[in-house]
């Protein structure tokens, strides 16, 4: 049986000399191998997050490295082979999350031609998300996490990617540069995930159905941009220090 490589990169055998394939053709033994070590680690490390996924939601969102590696049976070491650090397993989970909430959130912004609806549509699906698991959701937005690091900013920006292709669909002028666009995105996405922070942050007895609050958002932010995306073009310039006068 084959060991993983050694030597600089040659294929070594249980015996420790060198395995088949050293010599002749060996660069492409060496390269096929460590494509397929590649591919088992990346299958390993998306099972993993699997795992702490499901501990989280289960045990909260305070656990430990340690905690969690105890219950998925290793050790840290092992853990911090595959995540560098908490951050890093926060984000891979956070991006898990994503992907399993992309389809979601594009069905429901496609869901219906009325703008209004699909602004409603989304807000609800992003709460159900956090609506599903409220242990796993605060586990991904620690806001001290974020801050040690700022990698958190990957899984908001391809949420904000999402909302700024659908913006780009309501807004009415087709000359608004996409930059625009995206800072728009960014204050939707930010003011819809704060909400959300603090609602699943709110005990239960007090929280605001969730219903209730994808309404609350949907008219805030409809009613407070939908005049933005419809009349950038016609907005007229603020007067210069020199007209007002």
């Known amino acids: 049986m084959n060991s993983i490589t050694e030597h600089g990169g040659a294929p070594v055998n249980s015996n420790g000399g060198f395995g088949p394939g050293a010599g002749l053709g060996t660069e492409s033994a060496v390269d096929g191998r460590a494509t397929r070590w590649t591919e088992h680690r990346s299958a390993r490390r998306l099972e993993m997050v699997r795992e702490v996924r499901r501990v989280v939601h289960e045990r909260g969102p305070d656990i430990s490295m340690e905690e969690i590696a105890g219950a998925l049976g290793t050790s840290k070491s092992i853990l911090y082979r595959y995540f560098r650090d908490k951050t890093a397993l926060q984000v891979a989970v956070g991006e898990y999350i994503l992907g399993r909430a992309r389809v979601r959130l594009a069905e429901a912004a496609t869901s219906t031609h009325d703008p209004r609806r699909a602004v409603e549509a989304m807000v609800t699906t992003y709460l159900e998300t956090v609506d599903r698991s409220r242990n796993v959701f605060l586990f991904v937005n620690r ?31 087709e000359a608004v540069p996409s930059h625009r666009v995206r800072v728009w995105a960014a204050g939707v996405v930010g003011m819809v995930r704060a909400a959300a922070e603090e609602w699943v942050a709110t005990p239960a007895d007090a929280r605001l159905s969730r219903e209730d609050l994808g309404r609350d958002l949907a008219v805030m932010l409809w009613d407070g941009a939908h005049a933005l995306f419809s009349s950038t073009s016609s907005t007229p310039s603020r007067p210069s220090a020199k007209e007002e006068e």
């Open 143 to 173: 806001p001290q996490q974020a801050a040690s690091e700022g990698n958190l900013r990957v899984f908001v920006s391809q949420v904000e990617d999402l909302v700024a292709s659908q913006i780009s669909r309501l807004v009415e002028d």
